[in-house]
């Protein structure tokens, strides 16, 4: 395994914040059950602590895990097509086990399955699912290069992860708490629901 992929996981099982490419663009995570971690990580990007944070998990069982359950119409229309890659799905939660930060007060969790290698391995070496919003300040430009990561942002943070993002678009976000789905982000995967 690389010396990227070994110093992140034991950054981020130290309660570090490490950013780190995806398919889509350059994220900036934390574990999801470090809550002094998500602080930092909200702190950092100045993040509004009403907005949930979208979460990476390394496979469908992790999922799992998190969301109070993953309807039958949600796996095979979703995620058996998708997974891994960009799409980020909305669903209830098991809130004993998500931070109250990290559902923005709510009681959903987005969550994606990226589709690359590097931060399912990071993400599969820490063994629970990390944060992933986009590695910039809030409001700012979503980095999809490394030379697109603010100089600033690199400053406060613990590691960073050198790589390459293969898609270069955002992640598109579908809620799936609601019985109509809807798509509350357009983004790489072109859904007609």
Not at 4 to 20: A, D, M, N, P, T
Not at 31 to 59: G, H, M, W
Not at 83 to 106: S, Y
Request: charged share 25%; glycine share 8%; aromatic share 6%.
């Amino acid at each position: 395994m690389n010396e990227h992929i070994l110093r992140s996981i034991k950054i981020l099982e130290q309660g570090g914040v490490v950013i780190f490419p995806t398919d889509t663009a350059f994220g900036v995570g934390c574990r999801i059950d470090e809550e002094n971690a998500i602080k930092k990580l909200f702190k950092i990007r100045n993040r509004p602590e009403t907005q949930a944070a979208p979460v990476l998990v390394s496979d469908v069982k992790m999922a799992q895990q998190y969301f109070l359950q993953i309807p039958n119409r949600v796996k095979e229309e979703l995620i058996d097509k998708y997974w891994p890659g960009a799409l980020t799905i909305v669903l209830p939660c098991k809130k004993e086990k998500v931070p109250d930060l990290v559902r923005g007060g709510g009681n959903n969790l987005g969550v994606r399955m990226p589709n690359h290698e590097l931060a399912l391995k990071i993400i599969e070496g820490v063994g629970v699912p990390i944060l992933g919003p986009s590695a910039n300040f809030h409001g700012e430009e979503t980095p999809f290069r490394f030379e697109d990561l603010d100089p600033e942002l690199v400053k406060l943070v613990d590691y960073v992860v050198p790589g390459e993002c293969t898609t270069k678009q955002a992640s598109t976000v579908i809620d799936c708490s609601v019985e109509s789905w809807k798509v509350l982000r357009a983004g790489a995967v072109k859904l007609s629901i």
